[in-house]
């Protein structure tokens, strides 16, 4: 059986920028928490959507579009394909979810591996 | 292009105890606000996960082989297949995910329609 998740005691475990971690499986998705800080890169995922639920901080996702900024309790799914670099002027802990293996800068040369935690 | 979605600004809208309602989509997922109270019926998805986070209050997952509790920050997926009986003591608020079409009891015939908000 799988264990509980608390979101909070899973982010103690590490203080890095930009290294996701794994906490949970639903359905062949990575359930993730990951904190953030400065301006990611811009990308696309082209087969999946992007989910992002912020816990902490501010989040914003700037798109050709337009931005969204998020604060806690608030989440946004960047639709498959869309362009996106999210940027966080303070450090921002977030919940994501996306299918197991998929590259978080959109390409697997520059993505991490994401750890289990 | 999706909206940015506030999860206490959509719990808000509604005060009836579960009956799910979907705030976004992802890859063909219902993203779900529910408020909680008492004991649910005994069910299982032979086809898929289910994603619980507690937003506030505190639920108890009940299982064959035990049970767990969660608070607020608190996820736990329980496995597709697994027999499983959500009960709150106090109203608690969840977010869900699972696949578009999912039936809250498992059965489609007591299921309940899933609202959009």
Chains 1, 2 share one sequence.
Not at 74 to 93: D, N, R, S
Request: aromatic share 6%.
């Amino acid at each position: 059986m799988p264990e509980p998740v608390n979101l909070a005691q899973k982010l103690s475990l590490f203080s890095e920028h930009w290294s996701p971690k794994i906490v949970a499986a639903y359905n062949g998705n990575d359930v993730i928490v990951v904190k953030v800080k400065g301006e990611f890169v811009w990308h696309s995922h082209p087969e999946t959507d992007d989910f992002f639920l912020v816990l902490k901080g501010r989040l914003t996702i700037r798109m050709r579009e337009g931005d969204v900024t998020l604060g806690p309790g608030e989440l946004y799914v960047v639709p498959k394909g869309v362009e996106h670099c999210p940027v966080a002027e303070e450090e921002t802990h977030l919940l994501l979810i996306e299918p197991a293996g998929t590259p978080n800068t959109g390409d697997p040369e520059t993505a991490v591996v994401k750890e289990k935690i």
